[in-house]
Nanobody, 119 residues
Framework: QVQLVESGGGLVQAGGSLRLSCAAS????????MGWFRQAPGKEREIVAT????????YYAASVKGRFTISRDITKNAVYLQMNNLQSEDTCVYYC????????????WGQGTQVTVTS
């Protein structure tokens, strides 16, 4: 099992920036990829960005491409999400997840961190 702890959420004005952090512990040797997801009230969780642990290849949702950047520090088993030019539609609970196989779903969700963007 991998345990995840997110941090860095908060309240920011539209156009502002935040940086989210996610620290992994436990069976971190089993990580193939880490990613950020978000969920608004009454909606399903959606993918934001993911990064392969081995070759650092990335994926971004169209809605955040060019504004958000995912990065990692493999020595700390951590992944980060730099969010710039935040908009009100980015207001969500953000979750960190891991994939422990070459394919398959992400899981082992952290507790989430709230991001609120005010206009």
């Amino acid at each position: 099992q991998v345990q995840l702890v997110e941090s860095g959420g908060g309240l920011v004005q539209a156009g502002g920036s935040l940086r989210l952090s996610c620290a992994a512990s436990g069976r971190t040797f089993s990580i193939y990829a880490m990613g950020w997801f978000r969920q608004a009230p009454g909606k399903e969780r959606e993918i934001v960005a993911t990064m392969s642990w081995r070759d650092r290849s990335t994926y971004y949702a169209a809605s955040v491409k060019g504004r958000f950047t995912i990065s990692r520090d493999i020595t700390k088993n951590a992944v980060y999400l730099q969010m710039n030019n935040l908009q009100s539609e980015d207001t969500c609970v953000y979750y960190c997840g891991v994939r422990t196989g070459i394919t398959g779903p992400f899981g082992s969700w952290g507790q989430g961190t709230q991001v609120t963007v005010t206009s």
